[in-house]
T-cell receptor, first 112, second 113 residues
Framework: KNEVEQSPQNLTAQEGEFITINCSYS?????LHWLQQHPGGGIVSLFM???GKKKHGRLIATINIQEKHSSLHITASHPRDSAVYIC??????????????FGKGTKLSVKP | DAGVTQSPTHLIKTRGQQVTLRCSPK?????VSWYQQALGQGPQFIFQ???????QRGNFPDRFSGHQFPNYSSELNVNALLLGDSALYLC????????????FGPGTRLTVT
């Protein structure tokens, strides 16, 4: 079993729909990333969070440390949101030096 | 302020050859991490360099080695290339006391034929 699991693996939505991508992890962490990867490979960090909720434009990320679960929400989705969304966690070894563990990603396609 | 840069963008090599990939960290960052992303998979941690030394290493064979220079730029070397080494290689930089704030480069796409 992977330490970081994402669901769904693939997601197709109509423009304007509200989208939720989930991430569950099985290890102690000090922080969690949500990343966006467009075709061609470049990765952009959307959020880094260790508790609560963050919002940036149409994107909202939440994390529940007790349940070891995080969600990424996209409101009013648009075709330009089409990308792979990756959840990555920073392990908490009481001195972790920055080794990120990644989920396999969720491929989102938003149709006009 | 330049972000993380990587070179080359794409590379094609033959089995058994050796390859060197390069990464320049974001200005002000002195820690560089390397990741391998196979097609359809999430990135896997290869190793991390800080103060010109390998500080942490993932589950990769010794064929994968690296180096960090005094200007904090870094190289990833892979010897005796295998077909399975074909992947996107990502570099990320950070500050040592803020390991969760990693900035990623655009990646180098390596194809081994």
């Amino acid at each position: 079993k992977n330490e970081v699991e994402q669901s769904p693996q693939n997601l197709t939505a109509q423009e304007g729909e509200f989208i939720t991508i989930n991430c569950s992890y099985s290890v102690g962490i000090s922080a969690l990333h949500w990343l966006q990867q467009h075709p061609g490979g470049g990765i952009v960090s959307l959020f880094m969070l260790s508790s609560g909720k963050k919002k940036h434009g149409r994107l909202i990320a939440t994390i529940n440390i007790q349940e070891k679960h995080s969600s990424l929400h996209i409101t009013a989705s648009h075709p330009r949101d089409s990308a792979v969304y990756i959840c990555a966690v920073l392990l908490d070894y009481g001195g972790s030096q920055g080794n990120l563990i990644f989920g396999k990603g969720t491929k989102l396609s938003v149709k006009p | 302020d330049a972000g993380v840069t990587q070179s080359p963008t794409h590379l094609i090599k033959t089995r058994g050859q050796q390859v060197t990939l390069r990464c320049s960290p974001k200005s002000g960052h002195d820690t560089v991490s390397w990741y391998q992303q196979a097609l359809g998979q999430g990135p896997q941690f290869i190793f991390q360099y800080y103060e010109e030394e390998e500080r942490q290493r993932g589950n990769f064979p010794d064929r994968f080695s690296g180096h960090q220079f005094p200007n904090y730029s870094s190289e990833l070397n892979v010897n005796a290339l295998l077909l399975g080494d074909s992947a996107l290689y990502l570099c990320a930089s950070s500050l040592p006391d803020i390991p969760y704030e990693q900035y990623f480069g655009p990646g180098t796409r390596l194809t081994v034929t």
